[in-house]
């Protein structure tokens, strides 16, 4: 019971905080979900650098901003911001049988940039599990400043 003179506790606020923790938990889920891979298209770090050796190298995509790309990318990858990749769709297509490896430091931005070439028509995308950090992680070879190209 509240103390004598206070006002009493509104029903109204308490049902719209429960609403709104509600919408939030469904949110994070909903996140999760997009946020989530398939399987087929992620490419483990041993098999890139397999198929960096092989005849028919990926294109692979550091989609960093260029701060990021120039303390450390993998070597042989272009930087292209993921803001920026809508702009390159049409160059990116003409690449079209070449498989496109994208990576990032954590994941969001290359699951952002995989979706979005995905949806332009591109099958042949891969995101590199673990991305940067795993690769750095591992003491696999980097190379630091600007893309020659």
């Given at each position: 019971m509240p103390p004598e003179g206070a006002p009493a506790p509104r029903k109204g606020g308490r049902l719209?905080?429960?609403?709104?923790?509600?919408?939030?938990?469904?949110?994070?889920?909903?996140?999760?979900?997009?946020?989530?891979?398939?399987?087929?298209t992620l490419i483990s770090a041993d098999e890139l650098e397999a198929r960096m050796a092989s005849d028919a190298p990926p294109l692979i995509l550091d989609v960093r901003t260029l701060p990021e790309y120039q303390s450390g990318h993998i070597?042989?990858?272009?930087?292209?911001?993921?803001?920026?990749?809508?702009?390159?769709?049409?160059?990116?297509?003409?690449?079209?049988?070449?498989?496109?490896?994208?990576?990032c430091e954590t994941g969001v931005r290359s699951r952002i940039a995989k979706r979005q070439l995905i949806r332009a028509g591109l099958s042949n995308v891969y995101h590199l599990e673990g991305d940067i950090?795993?690769?750095?992680?591992?003491?696999?070879?980097?190379?630091?400043g600007t893309d020659p190209r």
């Open positions: 719209l905080g429960l609403v709104v923790l509600v919408l939030f938990v469904l949110g994070v889920f909903w996140i999760q979900h997009l946020m989530r891979d398939d399987p087929a070597p042989g990858a272009y930087y292209l911001d993921y803001r920026l990749l809508g702009d390159r769709i049409p160059e990116l297509r003409n690449v079209a049988p070449q498989d496109i490896v994208l990576y950090r795993r690769w750095r992680r591992e003491e696999r070879p980097l190379i630091k």
